[in-house]
């Protein structure tokens, strides 16, 4: 009988290791997840400050231009 409870506490620490594993696993991919989202939010920012700066180097491009005239 003594056979059979260590193959069952042996069974038990296995599964709680894997448990803890994948627990460990869950974890990290949510905290990879977040970090995207987030890394896409500042992209977009990014974004649309790179393009009003475009807008604004082409309105003073215009203006030096007239102004050279």
């Not at 069974?11 to 905290?31: L, P, Q, Y």
């Not at 500042?42 to 807008?55: D, G, I, N, P, R």
Request: positive net charge; charged residues 30%.
């Amino acid at each position: 009988m003594a056979r059979k409870n260590a193959f069952r506490d042996a069974a038990v620490r296995i599964g709680s290791a894997a448990g803890k594993v994948d627990g460990t696993a869950h974890k990290a991919a949510n905290k990879a997840a977040k970090a995207v989202q987030v890394a896409k939010v500042e992209l977009t920012q990014l974004s649309k400050q790179v393009a009003a700066l475009k807008k604004q180097v082409e309105k003073s491009t215009r203006q030096l231009k007239n102004a050279l005239r």
